[in-house]
């Protein structure tokens, strides 16, 4: 049984969620769209990493009045790591800006940094859609009055309620430019609770999906273990980060500390990556965009970065996988996976 029902705000399909397993099902709509006027957009990653957490947020913004729908919808920003991921994003992105120019919704609440980036670039080119507020859902929740507990976060990272806990903030490369997440996060929560790095904000070191994800895994690792060497040196506990992306390869790629998506200690529920899918294996596109796959009468599943079992590889970050699969160890071919997240700019590591 589905743990969430919605029709989509942009799509206007019916999705239902299953948390066991994170599967999904699609029913076509008719066509027709919901009445909304600003919609929670969470993302890919967020959704196929955390899909209990995606329920519960918007939960919290549709009760707080932030809200009034949802989208699961790819912002379209993988799709520049396809073939011909130039003309393919293009396409999409104009089907993006037709489906939220006919849905008359004003403002997108969106929980990943890569969705905002995207958005808000895509959004500016088309008339029709340049007026439309893109919000980040850490200021939102700020704003709404919510904080970090200290001794939440010290009982969920150390075990111990009444311990002492300090966070390494991390932020993501495609905030570099806006900074609003930099913001969101550390406005989250109390001073004492965390210290920056030596390389924060504009300075940020990637997290290393983007070299993996070319198939530099040297390059990749060096990364992450920079950040982690940067959050011993502050005496931090964990690193905590606004990005669910992120927090997958800083805990998959380093080891010297662990690493939390501030979501899971606003909601005192952490994400299990041994049990995550190595695979981001929900990816919501329109009808006709790379990705879908027919699988009845009246239901759709979509493939992303993971390919079906006996499928050629369906992004570049896979074709990285299979070229080097019998060199790769696993935690390696898990941190591929999802390297096709990360945007354009390189690891900074002076």
Known sequence: MEDFVFIDALSGDAIGLTYAGGDATMQRGDGTLPACTSVFFPGCSFLNYAMPLVSAVYDTLVDAGQVDGISVLCCGKI????????????????????????????????????????????????????HVEIAVLPHVLADLGYRLEKDTCALL??????????????????D??????????????????????????????CCGSLPRAAGKFEQADRCADRNGQE??????????????????????????????????????????????????????????????????????????????????????ADTVVGE??????????????????????TCEMD
């Open 79 to 130: 799709l520049s790591y396809e073939p011909n991921g130039e003309s393919v994003r293009a396409a999409f992105e104009e089907e993006l800006c037709d489906a939220v120019a006919a849905s008359g919704i004003q403002r997108f609440v969106c929980a990943c940094p890569n969705c905002v980036k995207a958005l808000r670039e895509a959004f500016a080119s088309d008339a029709r859609t340049a």
């Open 157 to 174: 990272v150390k075990g111990d309620a009444d311990a002492p806990v300090l966070f390494c903030t991390h932020d993501s490369c495609p």
């Open 176 to 205: 570099r430019e806006y900074g609003d997440f930099a913001r969101g996060l550390r406005a989250l929560m109390p001073d004492e609770l965390w210290k920056d790095p030596m390389h924060c904000r504009r300075r940020s070191i």
């Open 231 to 316: 959050a011993l040196e502050i005496g931090a506990d964990a690193i905590i980060t606004a990005c669910v992306s992120c927090d997958f390869q800083l805990n998959i790629a380093q080891r010297h500390l662990p690493c939390v998506h501030y979501l899971e200690m606003l909601y005192a529920w952490r994400i299990d990556w041994r049990a995550a899918a190595g695979w981001m294996k929900l990816r919501f596109l329109f009808n006709g965009t790379l990705g879908a796959l027919e699988k009845g009468a009246g239901e759709r599943a979509f493939a992303g970065v993971g390919a079906p079992v006996g499928a050629p590889p369906a992004t570049i």
């Open 324 to 345: 080097h699969e019998p060199e790769l160890s696993e935690a390696d071919r898990l941190s591929a996976s999802d390297a096709a997240l990360s945007n354009r700019n």
